[in-house]
């Protein structure tokens, strides 16, 4: 148990030196990017890309599927085995990559000329645009197993360094458009492919000479395909539910707002990914070993790493999602240098999707790691698929943009509530009582009361500069402070702190042997 606490410390410390870098470039190079392309061109960009992402349930069901397995054979010390669920996991992404070409060229295709609603003039651009975000695309397909293996090991290390290189590349491509005179977004869509390339091969070569699990057999296993189909089958309903409320919603936005709405729409999506990174890197660190204790049959560890994950990525998010809220409009003018329509309500409402999102993976991974997806799925996201077609009603009978956000708010809320019944069903040592009283209640009092308090508060403060670093420093500390007394316990506290201490001792003792 002091060795995964050692670990998940480690890997998170990584995460997150990752995150800070990857998030200040990221969000300096967005502001250089929206200026060059313009707000139609930027928009455009996210609603083309928009519709090959809609295939990426497919991909993203694999995703799941290979971590979950690489992480479970891993418990089981399985090396042998572990070799024969690449092999046969890697030629099922080569059957799905095949399909997704045929569906992006057809129906795809049609949809783009069809139904988008494209500027006067950009349709070759938009074209151009498709084709390299579908390359794009096929080339992560292809290289997402071996992300997954890494992952897996808990090998975090490559994982951060990479995308903080990531992050570097693409403030240089927006430099490039800078300089550049023809036609900026179909050199950007070229350029993101490069990059997309450039990144993929390294995953691939680094697994290809460091775990020799990747290797292909070139054998297929049918009992393994099956427990793959069975597995993967179910989960098809969550990653479906989760394109809708994404792209989507996005594809939707288009056809009825045009690219501006777009554009708002993916200043918000920027805001809500950073966020949710900020709180996954921890997750990221945690699911692994869950999977493995649950392997294991660590029962006990299981329930106390569950609850602990779930309370810190609460705390995670909300430090920076509550002041994000509070200080919103502010921080656009700051970061953008405009403010265009829909974004400041995107943005509010895109965060309070997130941490519903977000605090609920927890309990995904619990299931997850037992396999029985079957009822999880069929209930949740079986219920989460309503999403797309009551937006497209609201906005069909002439209401306004941001009820798409509305909706996945009121729906993954309710969603959450057949997930803690469900996880009941499937995990029996899960306390729903417990879970209620000492975690989600706390959590809705802790952020409802933060963020209108704040709000109030920050009235008061004059406007500018001061008036943001104080409104923004005011709530994260607030947040913090409940968190750290009113949400964890005294015992979760000292796990935090045996966690800092450990991975600060096992550093210690690494540049030891380096400096002897």
């Keep these: 148990m002091r060795n995964n606490n050692k670990r998940i410390a480690k890997n998170t410390f990584f995460l997150y030196l990752r995150m800070f870098i990857t998030m200040a470039v990221s969000l300096y190079t967005v502001r250089i990017v929206l200026n060059v392309l313009s707000v139609q061109d930027y928009g455009l960009y996210g609603a083309v890309g928009g519709i090959i992402l809609a295939f990426s349930f497919i991909s993203s069901v694999l995703d799941n599927a290979s971590q979950r397995f690489f992480s479970y054979e891993l418990g089981k010390d399985n090396e042998g085995k572990l070799q024969e669920t690449f092999s046969t996991l890697y030629i099922i992404y080569l059957l799905v990559t095949v399909i997704i070409i045929l569906l992006a060229e057809t129906i795809g295709l049609w949809f783009l000329q069809n139904k988008m609603t494209i500027p006067a003039g950009r349709e070759t651009a938009a074209m151009w645009v498709y084709q390299f975000a579908l390359a794009s695309f096929i080339v992560t397909i292809m290289a997402t197993p071996y992300r997954a293996m890494i992952i897996a090991q808990e090998k975090m290390s490559l994982y951060a360094y990479l995308s903080i290189f990531d992050a570097i590349a693409k403030l240089m491509i927006a430099y490039l458009l800078m300089i550049y005179h023809g036609d900026k977004l179909i050199f950007y869509a070229i350029l993101l492919f490069g990059l997309n390339l450039v990144n993929n091969l390294v995953y691939y070569i680094y697994c290809r000479f460091k775990y020799t699990e990747t290797r292909l057999l070139w054998t297929f296993d049918k009992t393994m395909f099956r427990s793959i189909f069975s597995y993967s089958s179910w989960t098809l309903f969550g990653a479906l539910a989760g394109i809708c409320n994404t792209q989507g919603v996005n594809i939707v936005l288009n056809i009825f707002f045009g690219p501006v709405a777009n554009a708002a729409y993916s200043i918000a999506s920027q805001i809500y990914h950073t966020v949710g990174t900020f709180a996954n890197n921890f997750y990221v660190a945690v699911k692994p070993p869950l999977i493995k204790n649950y392997a294991a049959g660590n029962y006990d560890y299981v329930h106390k790493l569950f609850t602990f994950s779930s309370k810190s990525l609460f705390t995670l998010l909300s430090l920076l999602a509550i002041p994000l809220m509070v200080c919103a409009e502010e921080i656009l003018q700051l970061w953008l240098g405009q403010v265009g329509d829909?974004?400041?309500?995107?943005?509010?409402?895109?965060?309070?999707?997130?941490?519903?999102?977000?605090?609920?993976?927890?309990?995904?991974?619990?299931?997850?790691?037992?396999?029985n997806v079957k009822i999880y799925h069929a209930v949740v996201d079986g219920f989460s698929l309503i999403v797309l077609p009551v937006v497209y009603v609201l906005f069909?009978?002439?209401?306004?943009?941001?009820?798409?956000?509305?909706?996945?708010?009121?729906?993954?809320?309710?969603?959450?509530?057949?997930?803690?019944?469900?996880?009941?069903?499937?995990?029996?040592?899960?306390?729903?009582?417990?879970?209620?009283?000492?975690?989600?209640?706390?959590?809705?009092?802790?952020?409802?009361?933060?963020?209108?308090?704040?709000?109030?508060?920050?009235?008061?403060?004059?406007?500018?500069?001061?008036?943001?670093?104080?409104?923004?420093?005011?709530?994260?500390?607030?947040?913090?402070?409940?968190?750290?007394?009113?949400?964890?316990?005294?015992?979760?506290?000292?796990?935090?702190?045996?966690?800092?201490?450990?991975?600060?001792s096992n550093k210690k003792k690494n540049n030891k042997v380096i400096n002897k």
Excluded at 346 to 371: D, E, R
Aim: with cysteine; aromatic share 16%.
């Design 342 to 371: 829909y974004m400041v309500v995107f943005v509010k409402l895109s965060l309070v999707y997130v941490v519903i999102l977000t605090i609920s993976y927890p309990i995904t991974a619990v299931v997850q790691a037992g396999g």
């Design 396 to 504: 069909k009978i002439g209401l306004d943009a941001y009820w798409g956000y509305i909706v996945s708010v009121i729906v993954f809320a309710i969603a959450h509530c057949l997930r803690i019944l469900v996880l009941k069903r499937v995990f029996n040592e899960f306390n729903v009582r417990k879970y209620l009283i000492g975690c989600m209640i706390p959590m809705i009092v802790i952020f409802a009361t933060t963020y209108y308090v704040m709000l109030i508060v920050t009235e008061s403060l004059p406007d500018g500069t001061w008036f943001l670093m104080a409104g923004f420093s005011l709530t994260a500390i607030t947040v913090f402070i409940l968190c750290a007394f009113i949400l964890f316990t005294q015992t979760e506290r000292q796990m935090v702190l045996n966690m800092i201490k450990g991975w600060i």
